[in-house]
């Protein structure tokens, strides 16, 4: 079996590893799903998302990401971990390298043990959502209020299907974003007319 390294790249904290397994070819995604947030829970983490992709090579991605808590550490606009007094609000906790290489380790053992992911080898990354995460619920749009987002919708909102400003918070089912102009607005966004969300890189 492969070591693994954390590695660092653009605000993405990562860890990998090489597997090799016997069986069926036959993979079920919903079953590793399952086993990450075992490991996950223990951890105090939760998964983000769960990616399987099968080119030259075999690669399974696990995101994981961290639920602020009130008066634990955040993370700036890059990504790097602050002292709960320097956060900003609608700030995130930061989810650490360690974070990632022990979340690397203990689901690479239950992946290997259950052989839930059979045939030839392929390779395990733990990372984080990155900096310019999607905003998915309302919970995510409260969470990171304050921070810059770029959302487009699918039909025109005041003559516009894509904005940028910082976030507002989400109220009666709609995402507030104050806009980047000469002349500062808050637009209102329906939350069922968002095409894609993220928030924007800030340095």
């Known amino acids: 079996m492969g070591g693994r390294k954390p590695t ?31 490991v996950a829970r ?15 090579q075999r690669f399974l991605r ?7 808590k009130a008066g634990a550490g955040m993370t700036d606009s890059a990504g790097l971990v602050l002292a709960a ?16 290489q022990r979340m690397s380790q203990q689901l690479s053992v239950i992946l290997d043990v259950e052989e839930l992911i059979p045939g030839p080898g392929y ?9 310019d995460r999607a905003l998915r619920n309302p919970a995510e749009y409260e ?4 921070r810059m987002a770029k959302i487009s919708t699918t039909e025109p909102i005041e003559d516009e299907k894509y904005f940028e400003g910082r976030l507002a918070g989400f109220v009666d089912g709609k995402v507030r974003l104050e806009l980047k102009r000469k002349v ?14 993220n928030l924007m890189v800030e340095f």
């Open 85 to 100: 007094s320097e956060a900003r609000e609608g700030g995130q906790l930061g989810v650490s390298h360690a974070d990632c």
């Open 184 to 197: 500062a607005r808050t637009v209102e966004l329906p939350l069922e007319k968002i095409r894609k969300a």
């Open 143 to 146: 969470r990171f209020r304050g």
């Open 8 to 38: 660092f790249l653009l605000g993405r904290l990562e860890g990998s590893g090489h597997r090799r397994c016997l069986g069926s070819l036959r993979l079920d995604l919903g079953k590793i799903r399952a086993a990450a947030e075992r």
């Open 62 to 68: 696990v995101i994981i990401d961290r639920v602020p």
């Open 123 to 131: 390779t395990l990354e733990v990372s984080s959502p990155g900096m």
């Open 42 to 56: 223990s951890e105090g983490l939760e998964i983000y998302d769960v990616e399987w992709k099968v080119g030259k």
